[in-house]
């Protein structure tokens, strides 16, 4: 596995703990299509969540939260919409959420959730 995908895996995991700590209910992770790939789909209450994981571990590239362009969030309302429509839950809310992990060399990482992005 390259160091990169290591690291993608690792806060994927981080993401989803973070989640279900915050009373979420994951649905799928890593669901792809034709037009691309969404990292975790969850419930919060009745609203289907599409989240976009990054993960840094180091500020040389920038944030993760800086790492999602407007285009990236267009192409993920498009992918929740697919994947809502998919799994046959057409009349429940949809949100993108973006989850920023940052691995500190010590200590736990830090998680910025944006519920709604923009």
């Known amino acids: 596995m390259r160091l990169k ?3 993608g895996a690792y806060g994927e995991q981080v993401a989803v703990e973070h989640l279900e700590r915050a009373g979420f209910v ?3 992770r890593n669901w ?3 037009i691309g790939e969404i990292d975790i789909v969850a419930l919060d209450g009745t609203t289907v969540v599409v989240c976009e994981v990054k993960t840094r571990s180091g500020l040389g590239f920038g944030s993760g939260l800086e790492a999602v362009t407007p285009e990236k969030l267009a192409r ?3 992918l929740a919409r697919r994947w809502r429509d998919e799994a046959g839950r057409a009349a ?3 949100r993108v ?3 920023a992990v940052h ?3 010590r200590g ?3 998680v910025v959730h944006v519920r709604g992005a923009q």
């Open 92 to 94: 429940a809310g949809l």
């Open 97 to 99: 959420d973006v989850v």
């Open 26 to 28: 994951v649905l799928e």
């Open 5 to 7: 995908d290591s690291i």
């Open 76 to 78: 993920l309302h498009r």
């Open 32 to 34: 792809r299509c034709d």
């Open 103 to 105: 691995r500190r060399r």
């Open 108 to 110: 736990d990482p830090q």
